[in-house]
């Protein structure tokens, strides 16, 4: 059975950091592109960063870049997201997903974790 399970998510104030956390399970993810994603209360779900199936190139939404990491460990089927610098606008549920370049059936998303940035 496919899981993906968000982690590391939780209160923190503006300037601050948090490390969230992707296990995944089911399916090779080795194979696998990984992404993040938030949605906000009331607006669309955006793509946040992505990293390829090795971690050999990565890719990052204009808000974030310079602030945030992601990172995979194929060992322990596991992508993270390193967030500094946390902003107010940060706040959303930040979701991980899978994608396999072959088949656009096999994407999977996890549940998501709450960020939230604020005094």
């Known amino acids: 059975q496919v899981q993906l399970v968000e982690s590391g998510g939780g209160l923190v104030q503006p300037g601050g950091s948090l490390r969230l956390s992707c296990a995944a399970s089911?399916?090779?993810?080795?194979?696998?592109?990984m992404s993040w994603y938030r949605q906000a209360p009331g607006k669309e779900r955006e793509l946040v960063a992505s990293?390829?199936?090795?971690?050999?190139?990565?890719n990052y939404a204009d808000s974030v870049k310079g602030r945030f990491t992601i990172s995979r460990d194929n060992g322990k089927n596991t992508v993270y997201l390193q967030m500094l610098s946390l902003k107010p606008e940060d706040t959303a549920v930040y979701y991980c997903n899978a994608q396999a370049h072959w088949d656009s059936v096999r994407n999977y998303w996890g549940q998501g974790t709450q960020v939230t940035v604020s005094s």
């Open positions: 089911g399916f090779t993810f080795s194979m696998y592109a």
């Open positions: 990293i390829t199936n090795t971690g050999g190139s990565t």
